[in-house]
């Protein structure tokens, strides 16, 4: 399956990046966002990042632009991409509609976080096409994409999201639908912990992100990743895996959540664990 014509859904940070990446393989997107000038929001996005990338000798930016439509709703393509916000109503929602509109044999993929890839696919008609493909932020820059089996996900449409996944340039690694998945089963706790850290004044946000960033060599400390991730993404992960594996070790940090009423997500709301004047 070569899915020359791929629907994203949702132009926020990850579905920009995707319909980046999809398009810079050659491939048709249609790109649907609910809110209309998200997706003129991603193209600037993109032109930014294809503009860096040209200057490494990657593909011309008006090229890559040049095969990213805005479309005012679900339209059919071979694959649908869902990357709408982290709410399991909303995406199920989206799934129904997909359904609905997809010639029967085309693929229907999330990269979700953490919600359940197996209550997607129950939601539609054709459960064994559909699939969770996790890609990671900044997606043209990151090299990993989870692919997530429901219980119902068959043979074929594992190897095919493998297949695509490789050819975009990306390295594919499998894994079971349980809360979280692998990634975030493993991050969250980390970034919750850091959390707690600061909220019980064990160090300040830089000192917390430093040690992590020079200890443990990671590119960026826990807190600064959370706020790239957007820190009401982080909350609804951890919700998932709190209600999924039912051990309280997973429920967020008062902090995190307080941060949220307060409308502070992260660098996409300017404002986090740090400024983004
Ligand atoms: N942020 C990350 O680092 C990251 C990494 C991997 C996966 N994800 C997952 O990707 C998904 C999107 O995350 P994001 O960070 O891009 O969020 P975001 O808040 O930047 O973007 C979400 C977009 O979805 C749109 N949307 C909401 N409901 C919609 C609907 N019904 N139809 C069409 N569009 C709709 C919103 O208008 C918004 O533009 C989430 O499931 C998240 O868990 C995020």
């Known amino acids: 399956m070569r899915f020359e014509h791929v629907l994203v859904v949702g132009a926020g940070q990850m579905g920009g990046g995707i319909a980046q990446v999809v398009a810079a393989s050659g491939r048709r997107v249609s790109l649907y966002d609910e809110v209309s000038d998200a997706v003129e929001r991603a193209r600037g996005a993109m032109e930014k990042s294809l503009g860096k990338l040209a200057e490494k000798g990657g593909a011309a930016p008006d090229e890559v632009l040049g095969r990213v439509s805005h479309v005012e709703k679900i339209v059919a393509a071979d694959l ?8 399991a109503e909303v995406k199920e929602d989206v799934f129904r509609r997909a359904d609905q509109t997809f010639p029967p044999e085309a693929i229907l993929a999330s990269n979700t976080s953490s919600i359940p890839i197996t209550s997607l696919a129950s939601v539609t008609s054709r459960p064994d096409k559909v699939v969770g493909m996790h890609f990671f932020n900044p997606v043209p820059v990151l090299q990993l994409v989870e692919v997530i089996r429901a219980l119902q ?17 990306k390295t594919p690694a499998e894994a079971n639908d349980f809360p979280g998945f ?4 493993i991050l969250m706790p980390f970034v919750n912990e850091a959390a707690y ?13 430093t040690i992590a960033r020079l200890g ?26 709190h209600d999924g594996l ?4 997973y429920a967020p940090c008062p902090l995190l959540r307080q941060y949220v009423a307060a409308g502070r997500l992260g660098r ?10």
């Open 80 to 87: 649908m991409i869902e990357a709408v916000v982290e709410n």
């Open 153 to 169: 996900t068959s043979d074929e449409t594992a190897a095919a999201i493998v297949a695509l996944a490789e050819d975009l340039g």
């Open 182 to 185: 692998v990634s975030n089963r």
């Open 197 to 209: 850290a600061l909220m019980e004044g064990v160090a300040a946000a830089e000192a917390i992100d």
């Open 216 to 241: 443990f060599a990671h590119p960026l400390g826990p807190l600064a990743l959370a706020d790239l991730i957007g820190l009401d993404t982080c909350v609804s992960i951890m919700e998932v895996l």
């Open 246 to 249: 039912g051990d309280p070790k």
């Open 268 to 277: 996409k709301s300017g404002r986090g664990f740090y400024d983004y004047p």
